[in-house]
């Protein structure tokens, strides 16, 4: 990942929606989302090599693939629901920003449903 590129590619498009919203504020949202997806797909194609050690580590300490699993998904909601929320703030719509973050908190809550069953199942095993 060149984060010299990113930063760069990242001003240039905060500059260029700057200019766009002073004529027309959608075309500057269109730039400011734009720009956020490739940054995004940057990002991604360069984590590849942690997802593989993290899993390898998860492996080597014995850890079930399901809570690796767990911790990528909530992973992955996090970052959308930040993209997106971020998005709606740029277009001067906190209101509904704050409801997607809330909607991606409960999602991840959701989805670390069955780590938290696991865990609990652990410390029930530990009482009793």
Do not use: H, W
Request: aromatic residues 6%.
């Amino acid at each position: 990942m060149n984060i010299a590129a990113i930063v760069g590619a990242g001003a240039v498009a905060a500059a260029l929606a700057a200019v766009l919203k002073r004529s027309g504020a959608e075309y500057g949202l269109f730039v400011s989302i734009a720009a956020s997806l490739l940054i995004l797909y940057a990002v991604l194609t360069s984590i590849y090599p942690v997802t593989e050690l993290i899993g390898e580590l998860a492996e080597a300490a014995g850890a079930e693939s399901e809570y690796i699993g767990v911790l990528f998904k909530a992973m992955a909601v996090c970052f959308i629901t930040q993209i997106a929320a971020e998005s709606c703030r740029d277009s001067g719509e906190g209101a509904i920003a704050s409801k997607i973050e809330l909607a991606g908190k409960v999602a991840v809550l959701l989805i670390s449903v069955p780590m938290i069953r696991g865990i609990l199942g652990i410390v029930k095993e530990l009482i009793l």
